[in-house]
């Protein structure tokens, strides 16, 4: 993989690395965001959630400063591409399955959380 710098670029790889993960162990996947667990557990789980949504938050935040991306509520922006990302690959309404050739599916969320922060195509 190249080195990426830019804002966009670096929501990119995020994108792609949390996606390319959760398809390579769907089961683990799984287990760290979604199946049902007791209150401990899931505190455990938000916690790994948490980290990725603050590496969205300051991408997002330096995109802003940089002009790259839009003025936009910023944790409501990373809550969203974190969510939209394991929805659309692990949610009840997931059209990804185990026999799902992983590279469109992560081409596929990366424009689309990328189209929702604004950031121009590359």
Known sequence: MQARSGSTEQLRALVEVFSYRALSSPR???????????????????????????????????????????????????????????EALLGPLSPVGARTDPEPVVESITALCLRAVGARST
């Open 28 to 86: 683990t996947a799984w287990t760290l965001l979604a199946e049902p667990v007791d209150p401990l557990v899931e505190e455990e789980r938000l916690t790994y959630r948490r980290g990725y949504h603050l590496l969205a938050e300051t991408v997002i935040v330096a995109g802003i400063s940089a002009g790259e991306l839009p003025q936009q509520n910023v944790q409501l922006s990373a809550a969203a591409v974190i969510g939209a990302v394991g």
